[in-house]
């Protein structure tokens, strides 16, 4: 199984961006964590960080072409407002789960709205780190349960 985690704007600033909502753990932190979590589980896992929306987009096609059985993503401030992120993860049909280190439904009234939770398997919000390892734990027992193919958003 192999599964790829994708980070979207300002995410390469975990650690030192605003702590008192991020904390202090780093995106390599976090990379880390999921890295010895994902050898526990057998699956293979590959991550990336990327500023630019079209990078995302790209990230996810690719991720169709390499026959990537799930996605973890966390689309930042794209998450309220990318419809091209959400159309990749849609076109694309590859099992995604959205994560966020903060309650984004605790948050500004912009940010509780996600365009993109939509089409993903679910949203998970507000553990920190342990958002992605929830993530991660989840997708794994979905596609070994379900596989792939039947593993598609309502």
Do not use: W
């Not at 199984?1 to 605003?18: Q, S």
Request: aromatic share 8%.
């Amino acid at each position: 199984m192999k599964i790829r985690v994708i980070n979207g704007p300002n995410l390469n600033l975990l650690g030192t961006r605003e702590p008192h909502v991020y904390g202090y753990t780093t995106l390599g932190d976090i990379e880390g964590l999921l890295g010895y979590e994902a050898r526990e589980y057998g699956v293979e896992i590959e991550f990336f960080q990327y500023n630019h929306e079209g990078d995302i987009i790209e990230c996810i096609h690719e991720a169709a072409r390499e026959n990537c059985d799930g996605l973890i993503l966390n689309p930042g401030a794209y998450t309220h407002y990318s419809y091209a992120i959400r159309d990749a993860i849609a076109a694309t049909g590859i099992p995604t789960v959205e994560v966020h280190l903060s309650n984004i439904h605790s948050r500004e009234d912009f940010r509780k709205e996600s365009v993109i939770a939509p089409v993903c398997l679910g949203q998970i919000s507000g553990l920190g780190a342990v958002s992605y390892s929830a993530a991660l734990f989840a997708l794994v027992k979905k596609l070994s349960e379900e596989g792939a193919e039947n593993c598609r958003p309502d």
